[in-house]
Structures are given as C-alpha cells and as structure tokens.
C-alpha cells in the first residue's frame, strides 16, 4: 500500500510564497509519474502540475504557470510544489497523487492520494 504525505502549508500573504512536500513510502516511487492537485472551497478538484517518473518533464495548468515549479528527488522519496507569487485564488486543499503513464493531468489517471494540506492566500 502506498502513503503520500503532503506538509508545508499554511497561511500566507499574496505575493507571498510556500513549498509544500510529498512524501511517499515504499520502493516504487521513482516508476511512476507525480501530481499535484487542488481543490478551492465549493469546487472540483482541478490539476495543478504533474511531473514524469525520472524528473525530466514537468506540465502545469495555465492559472500557475510561471508562478509554481514542480520537482521531485527520487533518492529522498519526495515531491516538491514552489508556489510563488501566491494569489488569494490559489486558496485550496492541496493533494498529491501518484499516477498512471508519462504525464497525466486527469483525476482518474491517478491511484493514490493523500490526505491534503490547506493553503489559504489572503488579500
């Protein structure tokens, strides 16, 4: 069974900046594709940038492109999301997810999710 373990978010000024971690466990981290995802008080959950297996090729939606870098370190078993110049519109639930093929950007392309962290921008 695979653990994902998001942390690193909090409350934060616009403008402002966070890094939020995922940790996974067990031995097949560096197989598989990695991918963040948010979802904002009263919406869907919406893809926000997802990462291939070896690091090498990054996608972001359009709203934060520019602003967050996706990254990964496979010897640490760990996922990484650098939001900068945060908006009061980034304020959501902020999950990662382990998923399935090269660069997947749809919520059923992915099989396992953690629990979530806040991330609230104020104005």
């Known amino acids: 069974q695979v653990q994902l373990v998001e942390s690193g978010g909090g409350l934060v000024q616009a403008g402002g900046s966070l890094r939020l971690s995922c940790a996974a466990s067990g031995r097949t981290f560096s197989l598989y594709a990695m991918g963040w995802f948010r979802q904002p008080p009263g919406k869907e959950r919406e893809f926000v940038a997802v990462i291939t297996s070896a690091g090498d090729s990054t996608l972001y939606a359009d709203s934060v492109k520019g602003r967050f870098t996706i990254s990964r370190d496979n010897a640490k078993n760990t996922m990484y999301l650098q939001m900068n110049s945060l908006k009061p519109e980034d304020t959501a639930v902020y999950y990662c997810?382990?998923?399935?093929?090269?660069?997947?950007?749809?919520?059923?392309?992915?099989?396992?999710w953690g629990q979530g962290t806040q991330v609230t921008v104020s104005s």
């Open positions: 997810a382990r998923g399935l093929g090269v660069r997947p950007t749809q919520r059923n392309e992915y099989v396992y």
